[in-house]
C-alpha cells in the first residue's frame, strides 16, 4: 500500500512538471536554422546544440519561438520552448502546448513565408527612413559613462570635419541623474535643449539611452511603488533586479498604466528637450526569471516582460532594441549585441544577421563598427592596433540596412584607413535608396532584407554558406572576415556584375581579390 501511494505521489508530480516532447527527424539533405539570433554562427545546426531554453536565455539579443528549414517545414510556439540538437535530430520540450512540426512547402523561403504571414505578419510600418538611408552614431565608445554636453557636441562636430555623412546620434548612458529619472545631469549638461539644437542644427537625428531599471530609495521609487507601476516580490514590496550597472527597481510594464505613464514621460523629454526617440536598452528575459516576481499581469512569465518592453517602442519612429521576445514585423529596430574586437567576433555579424533576418527581424544593425567593448580603445598603441579590423568591420557594415559607428575612427586610424572608411559610409549613404525600398518592400511582405543565399537560390548548394549574402534580391555581397586580401566566391545560378564592372557567370567558385579598400559586391544582372 505504501508502494502504491508513493507511486501515485510521483506520477502527480510528473505530472504538474510534464514537459511536452516533441522530436524532429532530419529529412535527407535537410537543414534548421532559428531560435536564437546570437547563435546565427551555428546554423543551421549541423552540430550537436546544447539544450537551450528560451525562457531563460538570449545570450544578450533576440530569441523567438521559430524553427525552419530548407525543405519547407517549420516549427513554432507562441510559448517559449527548449530545444537541443544531435544527431540529426531536434528534441523540443515545453511546458505549455505540444509543439507541431508543419509542412510549408518545398524551400527555406516557403518555410519562412508560410509561417510569417501566419505568426508575425509585417504592421506595415517602418521606424524612421534615416535609419536606413544614414549612418548611425553612438556615444558610447568615445564617452563611456562620462555622457557629457562639450564632449557629444564635439564628437557631432568632429563627423561633419572629417566629412562623414550625418545622420543618428545615441546618447548613451549615464547622461541622466539616477536610473528611473529623466533629468540631464546639470553639472555634464548645462543645456540641454541647446545641445539638441545644435546637433539638430548639424542635421542629426537624437536619441537617448534608457532602460527600464528604477534606482532604489529615490523619489521616482517611491512613486511608482505607490501607484502599483514596479515588479514586486511575494512580500508586497518592490523586487530587486540584478543587472550589469547594479541592482534596481524595474518597471512592471504588464501593466498598462504603468506602460502609458513611461510613455508619457518619454514624450515630455521629446517636448522639453526636442529628442527625437530612444535606444531601449536591457528587458532581456534573463531578469525576469525569479519565481518570486509578482505582477501585474498574474500569470505572466519572463518572455511577457521581454514583450511588453518591446511594445514601448511602437510608441516612437526613433527606436532601437538588444533584446526581443518574437515581435517580428513590427516596426522596431534590432541591433546585435556587442562583440568584441576580433577577428572571430567579426566572422559573427553575417550569419547573426541573417539568423535575425530568418527570425523576422529584417531592421537590424550589426552592432558597432568594430565591436562595442570599450575596453579595446583605451590606451591604443597605434604600433600594434590593428586598423584593417576597424576597415573590414565598417564593410561589413555598409551593406546592411544599417551601419552604426561608436569608436571614432578618425581617432584610431590613419588617413589611408580613416578615407576607406570615409568612402564605406558614403556608399551606405549612397545605396540608402535601394535600401530603403528593401524595408519598404520588407513592410508590406515580411521578407528580409539580409538573405540567406540558400533563401534566395534554393537546392544551388548555398546551405552552410555564412560569409556570403544578399541585400534584397539584387546584390550578393562577400565581405572580408579575415586579416588577407583574397577570398573565395560562390556564384549562384545567372549572371553577375562586381563593383569593378568585371562579369561573373553563375554556377562557379571564384577566387577573388579584395585588397583592404574593397568590399566586394556583385549585382544580379540576369
Not at 201 to 227: N, T
Not at 231 to 241: D, H, M, S, T
Not at 276 to 290: E, P, Q, R
Not at 481 to 496: A, I, Q, Y
Request: glycine share 6%; proline share 5%.
Amino acid at each position: 500500500m505504501k508502494r502504491l501511494k508513493l507511486g501515485l505521489i510521483l506520477l502527480l508530480c510528473n505530472n504538474i512538471f510534464a514537459q511536452n516532447v516533441t522530436k524532429v527527424t532530419f529529412l535527407p539533405d535537410e537543414y534548421w536554422w532559428g531560435g536564437v539570433v546570437a547563435r546565427g554562427s551555428q546554423m543551421p545546426y549541423i552540430e550537436p546544440l546544447r539544450e537551450y531554453n528560451l525562457a531563460t536565455q538570449n545570450d544578450n539579443n533576440q530569441v523567438v519561438p521559430f524553427l525552419l528549414s530548407n525543405k519547407g517545414r517549420y516549427v513554432w510556439s507562441d510559448y517559449p520552448f527548449k530545444f537541443s540538437v544531435a544527431e540529426k535530430e531536434i528534441n523540443i520540450s515545453s511546458e505549455y502546448e505540444n509543439v507541431v512540426i508543419h509542412a510549408a512547402g518545398k524551400t527555406l523561403k516557403e518555410a519562412y513565408l508560410h509561417a510569417c504571414k501566419k505568426h508575425f505578419r509585417p504592421s506595415g510600418q517602418l521606424p524612421d527612413s534615416m535609419f536606413f538611408t544614414k549612418p548611425q552614431y553612438n556615444t558610447w565608445i568615445e564617452l563611456m559613462y562620462n555622457q557629457n554636453q562639450e564632449d557629444i557636441l564635439t564628437y557631432a562636430q568632429s563627423i561633419v570635419d572629417n566629412d562623414f555623412p550625418v545622420g543618428i546620434l545615441m546618447i548613451d548612458d549615464n547622461w541622466q541623474k539616477y536610473y528611473g529619472n529623466f533629468e540631464f545631469k546639470p553639472d555634464k549638461f548645462p543645456d540641454p535643449k541647446a545641445m539638441t539644437d545644435r546637433l539638430h542644427q548639424l542635421g542629426f537625428k537624437v536619441m537617448l539611452w534608457i532602460c527600464p531599471f528604477v534606482s532604489a530609495d529615490s523619489p521616482e521609487y517611491r512613486f511608482l511603488h505607490s501607484k502599483g507601476y514596479l515588479l514586486k516580490n511575494r512580500n508586497g514590496q518592490p523586487a530587486v533586479i540584478n543587472w550589469w550597472n547594479g541592482q534596481s527597481a524595474c518597471y512592471d510594464f504588464t501593466n498598462p498604466d504603468a506602460a502609458g505613464y513611461f510613455v508619457s514621460l518619454l514624450k515630455k523629454m521629446q517636448e522639453e528637450y526636442g529628442v527625437d526617440g530612444f535606444k531601449f536598452d536591457a528587458g532581456d528575459n534573463i531578469y525576469y526569471t525569479d519565481n518570486n516576481l509578482v505582477s501585474y499581469k498574474k500569470d505572466a512569465i519572463s518572455v511577457d516582460h521581454t514583450i511588453a518592453w518591446a511594445k514601448i517602442g511602437l510608441e516612437f519612429s526613433f527606436n532601437e532594441y538588444r533584446a526581443c521576445w518574437k515581435m517580428g514585423g513590427e516596426a522596431l529596430v534590432q541591433r546585435l549585441g556587442d562583440k568584441s574586437y576580433s577577428w572571430d567576433a567579426l566572422q559573427l555579424l553575417v550569419p547573426d544577421m541573417i539568423a535575425a533576418g530568418l527570425l523576422g527581424y529584417a531592421y537590424v544593425c550589426p552592432d558597432m563598427i568594430g565591436g562595442g567593448q570599450y575596453g579595446s580603445f583605451l590606451n591604443i598603441d597605434h604600433n600594434k592596433f590593428d586598423q584593417s579590423l576597424i576597415v573590414r568591420s565598417a564593410q561589413i557594415h555598409t551593406l546592411m540596412p544599417m551601419m552604426q559607428f561608436s569608436v571614432a575612427p578618425w581617432r584610431i586610424l590613419n588617413d589611408e584607413n580613416l578615407a576607406i572608411v570615409r568612402k564605406m559610409a558614403q556608399l551606405h549613404e549612397k545605396m540608402g535608396g535601394y535600401i530603403m525600398s528593401c524595408a519598404r518592400e520588407s513592410a508590406k511582405t515580411g521578407e528580409p532584407i539580409v538573405r540567406h543565399l540558400e533563401y534566395s537560390f534554393p537546392n544551388e548548394g548555398f546551405a552552410e554558406c555564412k560569409d556570403q549574402f544578399m541585400l534584397g534580391d539584387k546584390y550578393m555581397v562577400a565581405p572580408m572576415f579575415t586579416n588577407g586580401n583574397t577570398r573565395t566566391v560562390k556564384f549562384p545560378k545567372g549572371r553577375w556584375k562586381d563593383d569593378q564592372e568585371k562579369i561573373y557567370k553563375g554556377g562557379q567558385t571564384v577566387t577573388i581579390e579584395a585588397p583592404l579598400n574593397r568590399l566586394p559586391y556583385f549585382e544580379k544582372i540576369r
